[in-house]
């Protein structure tokens, strides 16, 4: 969302914060399987330390037309995990993909059992 359309129609200023500047920066993945990777709960999320096999997994609150983006701006390829018993694109449930560094992924919840991603260039 564009902050400044939210604001400029009269949204309360905690309300449009909510809805536009939902994003964490310099994150730390952890773990390395799903029960143990850090648990993302912005809508816009940069992951700046990755070390090798780390991942992150996305909101476990994900519903039917949420949205979650992650940049990896780590030292490493980004393990995401789906939220339990979920599956990314044609992945196996609960299966990670590798994210390149310096890459983004936007992923879109579109059922209580899959995610789909849209990888940056």
Do not use: H
């Amino acid at each position: 969302m564009l902050g400044w359309k939210i604001f400029g129609a009269g949204a309360s200023i905690p309300l449009a914060s909510a809805l536009c500047q939902d994003t964490a920066t310099a994150l730390s993945a952890s773990g390395t399987t799903q029960g143990t990777a850090t648990e993302l709960t912005a809508a816009d999320s940069e992951i700046t330390t990755v070390a090798s096999g780390a991942g992150v997994i996305l909101s476990s609150k994900l519903a039917a037309g949420d949205c979650q983006s992650v940049f990896n701006a780590g030292a490493n390829a980004l393990k995401i995990y789906p939220t339990s018993g979920m599956k990314i694109n044609a992945l196996t449930a609960n299966s990670p993909m590798l994210l390149a560094t310096n890459t983004a992924c936007i992923f879109k919840c579109i059922s209580t059992t899959r995610v789909f991603g849209v990888l940056s260039a």
